[in-house]
């Protein structure tokens, strides 16, 4: 029925087929627009956070799939600027998913702050000081720079791509693409570093608080380096998802490997100053502010094991997972490696969000435990929902995958 | 980030904790004073409600407003050995706050003679930034809309303002009384900023029934808080963390005064 507007020479299923697989999609939609609309009409006291857990699920969800998406700054960068050819193959993937990380956090951002219709504050009244005004102005601008960089992969539809206007425009996007890719990169690894540093800063709260270089805390520069060490291999991984879903195979694994291996050349970085900046938290400022590595952990909800899970299993493990060429090589073990590695950066994410607002810095004060209600999960599976929306409807537009056709 | 800004006037309590009852008057004060919404369970204006939870009443403590809040401190021993004190806490006015550099639309600051940590509810965008911020857990969030039962809203003061949902609020040192205190001295023909001790005072302080409060201009050696925010039993909160407060407390048992900071790491305490 709509086969006219498939890609050049792929077969995708039939409409019918297509049509139940958006509806299933958009019921997980409209249960979190449901949610969506209770927030915004009967205010945040809906969902499950509190004077002591002012950020929550919401702000993991956003740091989470930030950092995962920050595949398509750092593939673009290498592609355009260091020039890496191999990665063509993939950097449409990185920039869709990029595109759906960073317009769902917004989204997201919109319910999570009280007074959503003050949101543009940032611009009007910026505080120069605040790593969070850094965030508003660096996410909404690589925003923008993922949608300049999106529209050409639009306008290459192939019905869209038939009028010559169209075809031109879409043709000197992409002759001056570094300069946006260049644009991104910049953007992002800033505000990749302020999520870091927004707790970084924080000096009255020793399970955050990090030193660090100028005015930038040490978090800074991890955020940065474990947004760039996962967010490929997160790209790879939706790719093997879509081939599984589809039967098809879009990526070779050669350009999967690679990734695997910028990916895990980061990771090893990171795990390498974390580990670091683990330690000279515990045995330096915690004792000069009066407090022990132990006293930053409470009990099962935020024990040690989270934080050696995040250190160790979802991170040295994939790390040298990835970096070792016969284990990257394997398809099961490097997918195995990448997603430990995201549950890795995600982790980190809760981590510093939840566990670092739940130590009670006051030595009479109460350790309290955050549990997020379902409108924070219906909310933020209504952006997976949106993102599987975007990626279902641009799979079967738009040429995603350049090496579709030879593959099958 | 953090900047230190000086002041010729620094407004600042000190909170003799040996002789709080914990009879919560401050709070009650506070509340009246500052027209903090009571928690009400059902708003009878919001028919979407109905279709979900109800809102929280004031049993929920981690959801209600209290700018100021008493918290109980135990010395932890078994009787007859068991001690309780009590210790009440507004905002800290911090001279380096948390707070201030992370706000990323200067919707608080600290920037006006008298060092009270401002807060302008107009201009949040109540992102709680600053809630996770602050250690002392002074900062509220409006979770509900505010609403008065019946006949209360005729007794909202008419000199602070109300706060709408999805913003932050916190103690301001009853800003507005700062406001009046200054205007009456300039009707007297009197210097507004060097106000007398006790001609601009917190609606907490008025009301201690054991004037376990103190308030003043901890610059102003004819100021008491002056004298005794140096006396050999008065400490700070978190010291250690380095964002001096402008709100001293007195004690003169030693548990009490150690379970003002952590000293786990270096002398051993309570934790």
Redesign the interface.
Known sequence: MDSKLFPEGAQRCSFGKFLIWTAVILAFFLWGLYAAV?VL??????TG????F??GAWITFDLAVIALGAGAFFTGLLKYILKIKQLEKIINLTVVVGFICYSGAMLVLTL????PG??W??Y????V?????E??FCITCYCTVLIIEFVPLVLEQKQLNKIPFIHALAHNMHVNMALFAGLGAFLSTFHQGSLGG?YG??????FAFREGFF?WPWTFFLFVLSAVGSGPVFTVLVATFMEKLTGKKLVDFKTKALMGKIAGTMLTVYMFFKILDTWAWATGY???????FD?MFYGMVYGKWLLYTEIVLCGVVPAIMLITPSIRNRPALLYTAAILDCIGVSLNRYIFTVQ??AFP?????QW?VYNPNWVEYASSIMIVAYGFLVLSLVYRYLPLFPQERELN | MSHFKEFKIKWGMVIDIDKCTGCGACMVGCQVENNIAPMTKSDPYNYVQALTKPRDDASNKLRTLTWMNVYELSNGMAFPEHETAYLPRPCMQCGNPACVPVCPVVATDKNEEGGIVSQIYPRCIGCRYCMAACPYHARYFNWWDPLWPEGMDKGLSPSTSVRPRGVVEKCNFCHSRYLQAKDKARMDGEDPMNLPDGAYTTACADICPTKAITFGDLNNPEHRVHELAKGPHAFRLLEKLGLHPQVYYVSEREWVRKQGDNYNADAGGHH
């Open positions: 209770l009409y009967n205010g945040i006291g809906t956070l509190d004077n002591y002012g950020f999570d702050i009280g007074q003050r949101a504050f940032g009007w009244h910026p505080n000081h605040s790593m969070l005004t965030v508003i927004m800063v924080l000096i009255g709260r020793p005015i915690l004792p000069s502010v009066g407090l022990t006293e670092t607002i810095a006051m030595p009479f004060d309290q």
